[in-house]
């Protein structure tokens, strides 16, 4: 079984940034991709950013392309999702993902970001 954690987020005013991390432990050679996905109060999930665990491929929704970014090291088996140019709208709970080869999806316990003056 993979374990996830996720940390980083806080409250950020419009135009800011923030780092948010994802530690994996457990089953970490199962891993085939990661990803983030977030969910704002009254609305359903939506997918962010995704990246391959070994190639690197990258992923991302409309909304976030050219204002967020997604990395990993493989060293730490920690991915990363830096998001500059932050909205209001970005306000929701940030869930990372592990996709094994086998197709299991296991998610963390979020983390939140708000974003407001």
């Known amino acids: 079984q993979v374990q ?3 940390s980083g987020g806080d409250l950020v005013q419009p135009g800011g940034s923030l780092r948010l991390s ?3 432990s457990g089953g970490i050679d199962s891993i085939k991709t990661m990803g983030w996905f977030r ?20 992923i991302y929704a409309d909304s976030v392309k050219g204002r967020f ?22 306000t929701a709970v940030y869930y990372c993902d592990a996709r094994t080869l086998l197709s ?3 998610w963390g316990k979020g983390t939140l970001v708000t974003v407001s003056s």
């Open 22 to 24: 994802c530690a994996a």
């Open 4 to 6: 996830l954690v996720e």
């Open 39 to 58: 969910q704002a109060p009254g609305k359903e999930r939506e997918f962010v950013a995704r990246i391959s665990w070994s190639g690197g491929d990258l």
């Open 69 to 90: 970014a997604i990395s990993k090291d493989n060293a730490k088996n920690t991915v990363y999702l830096q998001m500059n140019s932050l909205k209001v709208d970005d």
């Open 104 to 106: 299991f999806v296991y």
